[in-house]
């Protein structure tokens, strides 16, 4: 099969721990697959270089660009965007774990439903009912379910 370059773009302004948990969860899942490459983008929002524990620093297939002011999720993204290689891009918040198998599905899902390169899947959403909500899993296909 041949190779498919993906990056996977996260702003970050919060706990450093959650961050890498993140990342962790962003490596395993991409490194089950051979004839997938993976870079992991993070725009560090309102940080500086200093703030920012080692283990965040040298973490494999991730690279980190900075923002000394806090400029928020959508400039950081933008500022990222302009920077990743992939063919695809994934967006992941840095408080949030990659599920395993997640890239893969959401790779299948996209050429089986041969959509052009500006097709947007999306995972998880919340539903409520009866008072109680829920996280729901899917991979949906239609505005109104990315909407969700």
Same mark, same amino acid.
């Given at each position: 099969?041949?190779k498919i $370059?993906?990056?996977? *773009? ?30 992991? *983008? ?18 494999? $297939? ?14 950081? %993204? $933008?500022?990222?965007?302009?920077i990743a ?38 995972? $998880?959403? *919340? ?18 379910? %990315?909407?969700?």
């Amino acid at each position: 099969m041949k190779k498919i $370059n993906i990056s996977y *773009l996260t702003s970050h302004k919060g706990n450093h721990r959650d961050l890498l948990k993140c990342m962790r969860s962003v490596y395993y899942d991409s490194k089950r697959y051979d004839y997938i490459h993976c870079e992991h *983008l993070i725009c560090m929002d309102g940080y500086k270089e200093s703030d920012v524990i080692s283990e965040i620093k040298t973490f494999p $297939n991730s690279t980190l660009y900075f923002n000394k002011e806090n400029k928020g999720k959508s400039a950081s %993204i $933008n500022k990222l965007l302009r920077i990743a290689k992939g063919d695809y891009f994934f967006f992941i918040d840095s408080d949030d774990w990659n599920l395993q198998g997640r890239t893969i599905k959401q790779l299948e899902k996209h050429l089986e439903i041969n959509q052009p390169e500006s097709t947007v899947i999306g995972t $998880n959403y *919340l539903s409520h009912k009866n008072g109680s909500i829920f996280l729901s899993s899917s991979y949906p296909i239609n505005d109104y379910e %990315i909407k969700l």
